[in-house]
């Protein structure tokens, strides 16, 4: 596994703070409805006490004993047997005390377990932004849809209109006017099937975010294009897989300490006489218990230890090399979309060009119906095409937005 030269903690509390300094402003609707999702979110709502365990946990490995101290009482006579008066009270306490090096173990372990609380957060945001993501360019996509239907309709009924105007006139035949109609009704189909995608994808985004969708339709480019290069390791996911090999890796140096249990340092005091009439003697005792050999659940932890760091250290590798190939991919398909956008835009202004010519030419009959309806059609189609080749483009945004690590702003 290769070097990082670069500090887990610091670049972790950096993209915390960037991710909190940003708060619930004021941003672009994907900004806006991911704050509303994450606000939503069961990790949002228990991350104040994941971080209070965390904290307890570091604070108890600060402690000058591994576990409290516990009191010890005893009592003997003699009353049982001669009855002569022997007496003897005492009482103490016993105090573990930290195996060599278990004490700095433990105080990196709960650290550790600090850090993959906030990683755990960052990339449960990552992930639900995502989430977000796609939920917003569906809601987006199916407004367009829903829009150059209506378009479409608005067109076809006008056309309908005057060819039952010219019909009447006697200019065109009523086969004319059927095919007039049956692009209406076409066209009201469209709207149809565009509200039915419109009502879901408003649902999806209202079930994910708590918000209505009627802000998605407004927004025009609600994300802003990355950098060419990002920091090295500020990616959510690879600092969650980070987080939990520095966790795996503590564990391991905390389980190959406790390889026995802990000593007891005794502190106690001895009243005691052999018979009546004789006067109570007192004593100090100092003792040490110290377990010899170590435990049978020893080797067992440290062997799980060892596998979870083996296990997570592949999976960063795995997930660098995936993220890295995800990244260039997303350039690539944005580079690749942004041609076709500009493509389908020419095609777009040709159609509508067009079909103005064929408009005019209907009107003083040197274009039959037929044609004219064909270049409606093609330019519905180009228009389609020049509306989702914009919206695929502002998402491929998004995408690559998504696969660099990057949140909504």
Not at 125 to 144: G, S, Y
Request: glycine share 8%; charged share 25%; with cysteine.
């Amino acid at each position: 596994m290769r070097e990082r030269h670069w500090g887990f903690s610091g670049v972790l509390a950096a993209v915390l703070m960037a991710c909190a300094s940003t708060g619930f402003a004021e941003g672009s609707p994907i900004k806006q409805g991911f704050d509303a999702a994450w606000a939503r979110q069961p990790e949002q709502r228990s991350a104040a006490l994941r971080r209070d365990s965390a904290a307890a946990g570091l604070a108890a490995a600060g402690r000058w004993s591994p576990e409290p101290p516990s009191l010890e009482l005893g009592a003997k006579t003699d009353r049982y047997a001669r009855n002569d008066g022997g007496r003897e009270y005492a009482g103490g306490i016993a105090i573990p005390l930290w195996l060599p090096g278990e004490r700095a173990s433990a105080q990196a372990s709960a650290s550790s377990d600090m850090s993959a609380v906030d990683a755990r957060l960052l990339a449960a945001r990552w992930r639900l932004a995502a989430q977000v993501r796609e939920a917003f360019w569906t809601v987006r996509r199916a407004d367009i849809e829903q829009q150059i239907a209506e378009r479409r309709l608005a067109n076809a009924t006008r056309l309908a209109q005057d060819v039952a105007r010219r019909v009447s006139a006697g200019d065109l035949a009523r086969a004319d006017s059927h095919q007039a109609q049956a692009g209406v009704a076409a066209a009201q189909a469209a709207v149809a099937q565009a509200g039915i995608g419109r009502i879901q994808a408003a649902t999806a985004w209202k079930a994910l975010t708590g918000l209505d969708a009627a802000r998605v339709a407004e927004s025009s480019s609600p994300e802003s294009r990355p950098p060419e290069a990002l920091a090295d390791g500020q990616h959510p996911a690879l600092l969650d897989l980070t987080a939990r090999v520095e966790r795996a890796r503590a564990q391991q140096a905390l389980a190959g300490v406790q390889t026995r249990l802990n000593p007891e340092l005794t502190l106690g005091a001895v009243r005691e006489r052999d018979a009546f009439g004789e006067r109570y003697q007192d004593s100090i005792v100092v003792g040490i218990r110290v377990p010899l050999g170590s435990t049978s659940g020893s080797a067992a932890r440290l062997a799980a230890a060892s596998a979870d760091l083996t296990e997570a250290e592949s999976e960063l590798s795995l997930e660098e090399a995936r993220i890295a190939g995800q990244a260039d991919a997303a350039r690539a398909t944005l580079h690749a979309l942004e041609l076709t956008r500009d493509a389908a835009k020419r095609r777009a202004d040709l159609a509508r060009e067009s079909r103005g010519f064929f408009a005019k030419s209907f009107q003083l009959g040197e274009t039959d119906l037929p044609t004219r309806l064909r270049a409606d059609l093609e330019a519905y189609e180009a228009e389609r095409q020049a509306a989702r080749s914009r919206l695929d483009a502002d998402a491929a945004v998004s995408s690559l937005r998504q696969a660099l690590g990057l949140l909504p702003d």
